[in-house]
């Protein structure tokens, strides 16, 4: 495996299968009493998260934990990521802590690519801009998989403003590499015109597509892009693109429902529609820990890069 | 050292005005050509041999940010010209986006006084069209036509609304060979715009700006220029659709001419995906079909003239978030190498049309009478010598102060030797002489 | 590569009865043991142990299967983070007698591993040890209660135990002097 996890790019078919099957063993972890294995017992795990995400942060924090490492959380709000200092800054005082991994959420798109330039240590993205979110595909192919039981010919739509998603993106990539067959829906103006390089199909008539799926994957929309006019109102979202009962019926029986959270219920996805067993939105969440275990035992895992220089970027 | 004599023995001589492309000795003294031909004698004279070198008229830069007054920490106007001298230029327009801005004659005078103490090459000062470069009212053309300016431009920024940049073309048409030099970039079609909108920019999470935010405004000022009758030029040209408004507009007669820098003739938006943030410029690399259709534009005098658009910026603004660094890559000194080593060796341009490109044709441009040659008796000598073969790594430190070049780490062939301003060496054997 | 069997399937399968009794003989039958088997092989063969007992003693004792990867002292030290097997323990271990089972009793690093992990899952009466070969050569202050079969190894030499189940035959080979890196059973 590769020395960063930064995009989907960074892990091959084979990768993804063998972090499948490793999380696979994290999740009876998780069934134990004692859910702790010292397996990273001594390493240093650093949380350098620039957007507020609890979920995302506690998560890969309860992985870290599991493992038995020592996890340090730098976010903002808290002193340590102060106004004005420099991502580098931070960086290299993260380094001489002597961070054996590094995960990094940021506003901006390419920060974790500048921060293997300036750190020696593993870097896992999660999530960088409107880029990708290479752990939340992978917990979802996860997902997919334990549920259907392969990933292979899958029929899924990802639904939503893809325009801005990174869990679009890194998720579009992710199943096209297994072989999945993927349809971005969503209006006009947030599915990019250049998707059709990325090996998806695109529609902009979501009922069209739901009685030929095997996953139907909602992303949220933000509320707050509407003001920047790419659609005409929450109210005509929903209308075309919601996921609400009578869509839901449209579904063929067996397929999944799922959503990278957190929920604008009522815009995207209908409240009892979020509730119903096919939307597996809770799996997600608890597979989430096991897949980020699984990445971050190999990662670190392996021989340390003690000669390894900064610049592997 | 500098010196008052000197003679160029041997080096192939390429002279785009008078159409001279062979191997010839050049006498010069007090400043001046006092000869030129060959098997020419200088007893007093101090001998350079250009054995295998080539000689033409010293480099001159149309567009170039000096950042002198106000943004010193980027540049001044010596480590600036210093770092033209390098690269073999002896004559460079500084842009008006300093601060204050140039939008009068006393901050011209200020810049025109900082560059003579400096000596290091000559400095023709672009004065801005609107006052502040608000866009809005326009600047004291006159007065600074008056004071010897002869581009305006408000780059850095677009002039917004067709109605002033129609105003500036008519006025200008009162004074000489003034010529008003557009940034051509629709702002509400660019904004938030971190790279060339396309298949990249969709992969890599970054907003981008289509072609057609350049591509409409070049053709709103083709039309201006049209229905006023003035003279346009058009700044650091990206995209395919703009090269051809310009074609065509040269056809129909009009007075337009166009530039290009060195990096939109090597790299592509594709280069972006390391998030390297000093190839983040504006206007940014499209695609490969658009620097196709810049080097053939390039090669058939579409495109007059080769620009730098010297761009530098402190380091900490540049080693930021992709989304946070300004915009901009140095290049000064590598203009020469990279027209030699990306352009000529490939074939997609000749040497002395690369040469014209970067001396005589911005030289026109700009009024430099003293510069872009002939190589001829009485002439001054702006001048300079460089070795065609010489490879060479492009590393940090640079002469400039800054050191955000798009070309770190490339190889590159093509090294100066000399360059002589008004007869006086400032660069030496490859160094500085001060 | 100069390999010699040192167990047939014969052996192999009289040595596996032998345990079997043994391992009754010395809890006084099987009410309070479970078999855990160390994954690779060892869990296989704790299967093989409890389809004896039944045998003899017709009672079903509970088997799992424990993967010790996560407890190795050797994570970031290999190329590669080790690779991962199956753990599946549904019984209580609490109160019982855990006969842990493994192949090859070798420097004694895996049983460590496999000791810290069973603690983890609760508090055993006490766990005793059955292997199928004892090549010597500890690094750690363990023994095995039940063996195979005893045999000594140079320490280069390479021993591998194959089984029907995975292998497709039963045998116990010894191999010169293989450098290898992957798969290096403690």
């Known amino acids: 495996m590769n020395r960063h996890l930064l995009s ?16 696979e063993s994290f999740r009876e972890v998780g069934t ?21 995400s609890t979920r995302t942060r506690i998560s890969f924090e309860l992985a870290a934990k599991r493992l038995s490492a020592d996890v340090i959380n730098f976010s903002t709000g808290g002193s340590s990521v102060s106004k004005g200092e420099s991502l580098k800054d931070t960086a290299l005082t993260l380094q001489a802590m002597g961070a054996d991994a590094i995960v990094i959420r940021h506003s901006s798109s390419g920060s974790p690519f500048q921060l293997t330039r300036w750190v020696r240590g593993h870097v896992l993205n999660a999530g960088d801009g409107t880029h990708e979110h290479p752990t939340q595909a992978l917990l979802d192919l996860y997902t997919m998989r334990e549920r259907l039981g392969r990933l292979e010919g899958l029929r899924v739509a990802i639904v939503g403003d893809v325009l801005h998603s990174r869990v679009a993106r890194s998720l579009s990539f992710g199943l096209v590499k297994m072989g999945a067959d993927v349809t971005l829906v969503g209006p006009a103006t947030l599915v990019p015109p250049d998707a059709p390089h990325w090996g998806v199909q695109v529609s902009y008539d979501l009922d069209e597509v739901l009685s030929k799926l095997d996953v139907c994957y909602l992303l949220r929309v933000q509320t707050e892009r509407q003001r920047l006019e790419y659609f005409p109102s929450v109210r005509e979202y929903a209308r075309l693109f919601g996921l609400n009962r009578s869509r839901v019926e449209l579904l063929p029986e067996g397929s999944l429902i799922m959503h990278p959270g957190p929920m604008n219920r009522g815009v995207e996805i209908d409240s009892d529609v979020a509730d119903l067993p096919q939307s597996v939105i809770e799996d997600q969440v608890t597979n989430g820990i096991a897949v980020r275990m699984a990445l971050l035992y190999l990662l670190l895992g392996g021989r340390r890069g003690d000669g390894e220089e900064a610049g592997d970027g | 050292m500098a010196s008052l004599e000197l003679l160029f023995r041997g080096a192939r001589v390429i002279d785009p005005r008078a159409g001279r492309d062979e191997v010839a000795d050049v006498h010069v003294r007090d400043g001046v050509i006092v000869d030129i031909g060959s098997g020419l004698d200088g007893p007093s004279a101090e001998i350079v041999d250009g054995n295998g070198l080539v000689l033409t008229p010293g480099l001159v830069d149309l567009h170039t940010h000096l950042r002198e007054p106000g943004f010193e920490q980027k540049e001044t106007i010596e480590t600036g010209t210093r770092a033209a001298a390098a690269g073999g230029y002896t004559a460079v327009a500084p842009m008006a986006n300093t601060d204050p801005v140039a939008d009068d004659a006393s901050v011209i005078a200020e810049v025109r006084a900082a560059a003579a103490r400096a000596g290091l090459a000559d400095v023709f000062p672009v004065g801005a069209i609107t006052k502040g470069l608000e866009g809005e009212v326009l600047a004291e053309i006159g007065e600074m036509a008056a004071a010897g300016v002869r581009v305006f431009s408000d780059d850095g920024r677009c002039v917004p609304t067709a109605r002033t940049l129609r105003n500036a073309l008519t006025y200008a048409r009162a004074f000489d060979d003034v010529v008003i030099a557009e940034h051509c970039e629709d702002a509400s079609l660019s904004s938030g715009q971190q790279m060339h909108e396309g298949i990249s920019s969709s992969s890599l999470g970054l907003t981008g700006q289509p072609g057609a935010a350049e591509d409409a405004i070049v053709y709103r000022d083709i039309e201006l220029a049209r229905l006023t009758g003035g003279r346009l030029h058009i700044c650091h040209l ?37 998030y390297d943030t000093n190839k983040k410029v504006n206007p940014p690399f499209r695609t490969e079909a658009d620097l196709d259709a810049l080097r053939e534009g390039l090669a058939d005098g579409t495109i007059d003239a080769i620009a730098t ?7 900490e603004e540049k080693e930021a978030e992709f989304d946070r660094a300004p915009p901009g890559t140095i290049g000064l000194e590598t203009a020469l190498a990279v027209a030699l080593t990306e352009l000529v060796a490939p074939g997609y341009v000749t040497l002395p049309r690369a040469l014209e490109s970067l001396s005589s044709a911005p030289a026109l441009i ?44 490339r190889e590159l062939r093509g090294r100066v030797r000399c360059t002589m301003l008004h007869g006086e060496l400032t660069i030496a054997e490859g160094k500085a002489t001060r | 590569m100069g390999s010699s069997s040192l167990m047939d399937d014969a052996e192999i399968g009289r040595a596996v009865t032998r345990i079997a009794h043994e391992i009754l003989e010395r809890n006084k039958g099987a009410e309070a043991v479970v078999l855990v088997g160390i994954a690779a092989r060892g869990d296989d063969l704790a299967r093989r142990l409890a389809a004896e007992i039944l045998r003899i003693e017709r009672r079903a004792v509970p088997v799992g299967a424990l993967d010790i990867t996560f407890y190795r002292d050797d994570i970031g030290i290999r190329a590669e983070a080790p690779e991962v097997h199956e753990t599946r323990i549904d019984f209580d271990v609490n109160d019982r007698v855990v006969v842990l089972v493994d192949d090859v009793l070798f420097t004694g690093r895996t049983i460590r591993a496999a000791l810290d992990a069973l603690v983890d899952f609760g508090r055993p009466t006490a766990i005793q040890l059955a292997v199928l070969v004892d090549r010597g050569h500890r690094e750690l202050p363990i023994r095995a209660d039940f063996v195979g079969k005893n045999v000594p190894t140079r320490k280069d ?18 191999q010169d002097a293989v450098t290898s890196h992957l798969g290096e059973r403690a």
């Open chain 1, 8 to 23: 989907i790019d960074d892990v091959s078919a084979e990768d993804i299968v063998r972090i499948m099957d490793t999380a």
């Open chain 1, 32 to 52: 134990r009493v004692i859910k702790k294995v010292p397996a990273l017992r001594g390493r240093t795990v650093v949380n350098l998260f620039y957007e507020n």
């Open chain 2, 238 to 274: 990206s995209s395919a659709r703009s090269v051809e408004l310009v074609r065509r507009a040269k056809a129909d007669g009009l007075r337009i001419s166009a530039e290009v820098t060195p990096h939109h003739l090597v790299f592509i938006d594709e280069d972006l995906r390391t």
């Open chain 2, 309 to 315: 658009d010297h761009a530098p910026h402190a380091v």
């Open chain 2, 366 to 409: 700009l009024g430099a009478r003293d510069h872009g040659g002939p190589i001829e008796a009485g002439r001054p000598a702006n001048l300079v010598l460089f070795d065609p073969e010489e490879h060479w790594t492009v590393e940090p430190p640079f002469v400039s102060r800054s050191r955000n070049s798009a070309f770190i780490g």
């Open chain 3, 157 to 174: 030499e390479d021993v591998r135990v194959a089984l029907r189940e995975v292998d497709g035959r039963d045998a116990v080979l010894v």
